[in-house]
């Protein structure tokens, strides 16, 4: 994921609201993608977002602006649960294929 | 619903030997699946792209001979690591595109994790 920069850790405290920036570098794009990954395991699929916008799923949010290269993924009234790393994805135009950031690591405190 | 499934979750091989790690999509088909290996702390890196019928697509500095793909079936995708070493040690992960609501999205596999002694 060279082309995709995101914070390496975050830490927020539980019940609060948290907002995790991500930029990426692309010649083609054909959609932005979040995932959440615990410890020890596979990804899980959060979000996804093709147009510039705000996209929300519960307490998931997620935002896109193709013209900056941006995107954040906001998680409100933070769970412990949600201590995890998030992964920003992209996928370039034509292909099906994701380049992944690095990935932030959210640690949740009560 | 795109449920994706990996077999086995974990396996210890010695250094020489071949491991073979099974990916099924459980409750769709899948034409593309995906193959990605994750060493400690670091991202998913694509490793190569496995098409339904077709030769897999590697990505550049991925062994197409040590690191065998096969895809015989709309909803199984196979890799195997062939004369494992050490260093092969990683999580190995695969994910399945499917088509909801118009859009594509890739879902994972729990994961294999490798070790090679």
């Known amino acids: 994921g060279q082309n995709i920069d995101q914070p390496t850790e975050m830490t927020a405290t539980e019940g609060a609201i948290v907002q995790i920036n991500c930029t990426y570098q692309t010649s083609g794009f054909n959609g932005l993608f979040w995932y959440q990954q615990h410890a020890g395991e596979a990804p899980t699929f959060l979000s996804y977002n093709v147009l510039d916008g705000l996209e929300e799923k519960g307490r998931f949010s997620s935002f896109l602006s193709r013209s900056k290269g941006y995107s954040y993924l906001l998680l409100k009234e933070l769970q412990m649960k949600d201590s995890a790393s998030y992964l920003c994805a992209h996928s370039g135009a034509g292909s099906y294929q994701l380049t992944f950031g690095k990935g932030t690591k959210l640690s949740v405190i009560p | 619903g795109a449920v994706v499934s990996q077999h086995p979750s974990w396996v210890i091989c010695k250094s020489g030997t071949s491991v073979k790690i099974e990916c099924r999509s459980l409750?769709?088909?899948?034409?593309?699946m995906f193959w990605y290996r994750q060493f400690p702390k670091q991202s998913l890196m694509l490793m190569a792209t496995?098409?339904?019928?077709?030769?897999?697509?590697?990505e550049q500095g991925v062994e197409k001979d040590k690191f065998l793909i096969n895809h015989a079936s709309l909803t199984l995708s196979t890799l195997t690591v062939t004369s494992a070493h050490p260093e092969d040690s990683s999580f190995y992960i695969c994910?399945?595109?499917?088509?909801?609501?118009?859009?594509?999205?890739?879902?994972f596999g729990p994961g294999t994790r490798l070790t090679v002694t």
């Open positions: 409750d769709f088909q899948a034409t593309t």
């Open positions: 496995s098409n339904e019928g077709s030769k897999a697509t590697y």
């Open positions: 994910s399945a595109r499917a088509v909801r609501g118009g859009a594509y999205e890739q879902y």
